[in-house]
């Protein structure tokens, strides 16, 4: 048996073929739901027996797999299971975090015996029970690579994980630095190095409030009074809070952390996504130039 990559440009006779014979022809799949628009901009994998196509399988750019077929007589072959092993060391070499898809109920188990886990409800597609499914290829999330928004299960290991990673500029907007996320020794460790790292570096904190930091000694305004050019603090005028429905931060231009305002454990988070990043930076950007240096805190560190 060989496993050859390849794509729909090169392969869609035999990927077609073999799709049609078992989703349309056996399972009763509409054609116009097995073939879609993502297939020109898939990664694909044919099977092959004695230079026969037998057997494919597809994967999204985000790590979605799908269409996975093989042929009648060659099932109980390990010819299913060779193309899944094919997909995953693919995305293992690629450095992916995590692979997805859903799985047909019969062959969830299947599935599972590669390591994928079961979430969510059985639900229904092109009328077959089917259940999500994902397997994690490594824990720890890379700025700047792994996109998918999710909620964090601890936030400020988050804030921090993303300011540790961050190489050139953070933006933190916040209602008084809340102390939850921003006031602990890791978090000043970190963006001290940051902002000595070199020129380029640039780390802004722009608050809403601060009377709330006038009543305590807060690391994070100590450090931006040692070093007031690198980590400059500004407070936005109450009458400049247009766009205050969501405080975040965000980490060079992929990474953000976002919450409402008064409840940073409901957060979301991504470590890729530069349009959102973009737009909440020129969001930013729009605030900072109204903000006013902290004058009060001035006098208390």
Known sequence: MMIRKTDWQTSSTELSTI????FVAEQAVPIELELDEHDAYCHH??????????????????????????RSGYRGQGVG?????????????????ILSLAAQDHAISFYAEAGF?????????????HQSMQLLLREHRKLGQ?????????????????????????RIFSAALEPELYANDAIVSVLSVLARRHRQ??????????????????????????LPSALPLRVLPPDFRPELD????????????????NAPNTAWCSYHLPPKVKDYQERFDRMWERGEPARHLRRLY
């Open 146 to 170: 792994d996109s998918p928004r999710f909620v964090p299960a601890d936030s400020a290991a988050t804030v921090l994980d993303l300011c540790a990673q961050a190489r050139r500029t953070l």
């Open 246 to 261: 969501e405080l975040f931060l965000l980490a060079d231009r992929n990474g953000i952390f976002a919450y409402p305002e």
């Open 45 to 70: 994998w044919l099977a092959c027996i004695d230079e026969s196509a037998v057997g494919t399988v597809r994967m999204l750019g985000n790590g979605s797999i799908g269409r996975m077929a093989v």
């Open 81 to 97: 299971k060779a193309l899944l092993n094919a997909v995953i060391d693919y995305a293992k070499d690629q450095d992916w975090r």
């Open 19 to 22: 799709r049609h014979e078992v």
């Open 117 to 129: 886990t079961a979430y969510g409800d059985i639900f229904m597609d092109a009328g077959i029970p």
């Open 201 to 226: 570096s640039e780390i802004r904190l722009l608050i809403c409030h601060e009377t709330a930091l006038r009543e305590s000694r807060h690391p994070l305004v100590a450090l931006s009074q040692r």
